[in-house]
């Protein structure tokens, strides 16, 4: 059984207890301010400088584009310190933590700091790396799984997304691109106490996928 799903502005429990977190869909490298502090837990994606939230800039991975994404996480961090709020962040290839070298290094920078990683084993796959993804996907496990900035792992399988070859979408673990060997792989490599997190709609087909991928 999944602990949580990942709904539009919700991680939301699947038991009827607490949510793990609630989203944000704000560009954190925009010139935006940062929100006003809060309490909980909050996801972000760690953030893209084109003109939409996939495009392939390579802008995302410059200089710039690092400072202001520690900028905007220095702003907000002295608050958050009193609030118990938490930054937490997913990752994606075409986002400024796009890997797992990215990620790490991000984490190792603010420890001690209220600064987390949703780590989302498929959001760092490209079409190209496909051939090749279980090697992917164990040098993702092996660094950031038992990482004490995780907090939780999302579980998803991939599709190729509309109009655009080089760009891969989640989507229930049941369907698409990645191998059930491949799901089984993510899912028996969540430590103990980490969340486990499904892309919603959870439906009984996703349960017993999940269910029958760990045995």
């Given amino acids: ?92 290839a075409r986002h400024i933590l796009s890997d797992p070298q990215s990620c790490f290094s991000f984490l190792k920078r603010r420890h001690g700091q209220p600064v987390e990683l949703l ?33 939780g792992i999302l579980i998803s399988n991939v599709v190729r997304a509309a109009g655009d070859d080089d760009l891969l979408e989640p989507c229930p673990i049941d369907r698409g691109l990645l191998e059930p060997r491949l799901i089984q792989l993510i899912s028996s490599r969540i430590p103990p106490g980490k969340a486990t997190v499904l892309v919603d709609p959870v439906n009984q087909s996703q349960l017993d996928f999940l269910r029958n991928a760990r045995r």
């Fill in 119 to 151: 780590l989302d084993i498929a959001a760092f796959l490209t079409p190209a790396m496909l051939p090749r993804a279980e090697d992917h996907i164990l040098r993702a496990l092996d660094a950031l799984a038992d990482h004490d900035g995780v907090p």
């Fill in 1 to 92: 059984m999944a602990d949580f799903v990942l709904q539009e502005k919700v991680i939301a429990s699947t038991s009827g207890g607490p949510d793990f977190a609630t989203i944000d869909a704000r560009n954190v490298l925009s010139d935006e301010a940062p929100p006003e502090p809060w309490t909980d837990r909050r996801v972000f994606w760690s953030g893209w400088m084109g003109d939409s939230i996939f495009a392939r800039d390579f802008h995302t991975w410059s200089k710039e584009a690092w400072q202001r994404l520690d900028q905007w996480c220095d702003g907000i961090r002295p608050t958050l310190s009193t609030t118990g709020g938490t930054i937490c962040f997913r990752p994606h």
